[in-house]
Nanobody, 122 residues
Framework: QVQLKESGGGSVQAGGSLRLSCEVS????????MGWFRQTPAGTEREGVA????????FYADSVTGRFTISGDYAKNTLYLQMNNLSPDDTAMYYC???????????????WGQGTQVTVSS
């Protein structure tokens, strides 16, 4: 059974940075992507933020390209999301996700974490 546990969320001012971590336990099928989604209180669907394949291939949402960086430390079974130059529009619950296809989005996710809140004030 795969379990994902996020940490690192919090409150920051616009322009600040946060690093999210996702501890992974259990066997994850490495042919699929691992990554991050986010959802706002008003959002009806979780938005894909970034994903990374085992070979290092990465994908990002247009809204975060150049500001966010996804990485994985496979020795520590941990996934990271470095978020820089944060804006109030980045305020959301951020979810770690495993075994999904980037182009298929949230409906294709095999496993979800519980989420960690990121709040950015102006």
């Amino acid at each position: 059974q795969v379990q994902l546990k996020e940490s690192g969320g919090g409150s920051v001012q616009a322009g600040g940075s946060l690093r999210l971590s996702c501890e992974v336990s259990g066997h994850v099928d490495s042919t699929y992507c691992m990554g991050w989604f986010r959802q706002t209180p008003a959002g009806t669907e979780r938005e894909g933020v970034a994903c990374i394949y085992r070979d290092g291939t990465t994908f990002y949402a247009d809204s975060v390209t150049g500001r966010f960086t996804i990485s994985g430390d496979y020795a520590k079974n941990t996934l990271y999301l470095q978020m820089n130059n944060l804006s109030p529009d980045d305020t959301a619950m951020y979810y770690c996700a495993a075994e999904f296809l980037w182009l298929s989005g949230a409906p294709s996710v095999g496993y979800w974490g519980q989420g960690t809140q990121v709040t950015v004030s102006s």
